[in-house]
């Protein structure tokens, strides 16, 4: 499976921000999706996941409430709408996704390249 992400940018506190994550592969839509990110000086965080089927997903509680996890099977494609954005949304995106579905864990195989968000005022 390969991953490509897009979708950062430099925004203000309040803004919306909407990140989309391509994937092509043979078994891309039974796959597992997510969306981490890197701050500076921080470890990796899982932010949100979503699962192949029943669309089952996960929410950071930090992005709770502001952040929605989307995918559309049939265009190979993931969403994270990002709605109130906040100074300490700043950082770099990856989508990710594995076979398994447990969306909650690091171990994901395969990974996008990751995007920037950057939320100033």
């Known amino acids: 499976v390969q991953l490509q992400a897009c979708g950062g940018g430099l925004v203000q506190p309040g803004d919306s921000l909407r990140l989309s994550c391509a994937a092509s592969?043979?078994?891309?839509?039974?796959?597992?999706m997510a969306w981490f990110r890197q701050a500076p000086g921080k470890e990796r965080e899982l932010v949100a996941g979503i699962s192949w089927g029943h669309g089952s997903a996960y929410y950071a509680d930090s992005v709770k409430g502001r952040f929605t996890i989307s995918r559309d099977n049939a265009k190979n494609t993931m969403f994270l709408q990002m709605n109130s954005l906040k100074p300490e949304d700043t950082a770099v995106y990856y989508c990710?996704?594995?076979?398994?579905?447990?969306?909650?864990?690091?171990?994901?195989?395969?990974w996008g390249q990751g995007t920037l968000v950057t939320v100033s005022s």
């Open positions: 990710a996704a594995r076979h398994l579905s447990v969306i909650v864990t690091s171990l994901y195989e395969y």
């Open positions: 592969g043979r078994t891309v839509s039974t796959v597992t």
